[in-house]
Nanobody
Framework: QVQLVESGGGLVQAGGSLTLSCAAS????????MGWYRQAPGKSRELAAD???????RYANSAKGRFTISRDNAKNTVTLQMNSLKPEDTAVYYC???????????????WGQGTQVTVSS
């Protein structure tokens, strides 16, 4: 079993900052892409940012220049620093990771339980 344990989130005023952290634990052999998706009310879940072990990153267009993702490959953790937050960043943020749990198996997609980020105007 693999667990993605999230921390961070909360309520912040527009222009403020928040940091989200996620740690993968359990039967983790290796982690490929790891990052954050978000889902606003009435909208589909979308990528906020993710990173592969080599350091390559992807960001939502709306997050570029404001969000910074980082990870510790040895600890299987990922952090999303969110600056200059806007009300439209309000969403439930989900940690996501592609995890391999055995030498004979492939990578499987895992999700955290989600953490609420609310940005007030």
């Amino acid at each position: 079993q693999v667990q993605l344990v999230e921390s961070g989130g909360g309520l912040v005023q527009a222009g403020g900052s928040l940091t989200l952290s996620c740690a993968a634990s359990g039967s983790v052999l290796s982690v490929d892409a790891m990052g954050w998706y978000r889902q606003a009310p009435g909208k589909s879940r979308e990528l906020a940012a993710d990173m592969i072990p080599s350091g390559n990153t992807r960001y939502a267009n709306s997050a570029k220049g404001r969000f910074t993702i980082s990870r510790d490959n040895a600890k299987n953790t990922v952090t999303l620093q969110m600056n200059s937050l806007k009300p439209e960043d309000t969403a439930v943020y989900y940690c996501n990771a592609l995890v391999r749990t055995s030498y004979t198996g492939g990578y499987f997609n895992y999700w955290g339980q989600g953490t609420q980020v609310t940005v007030s105007s």
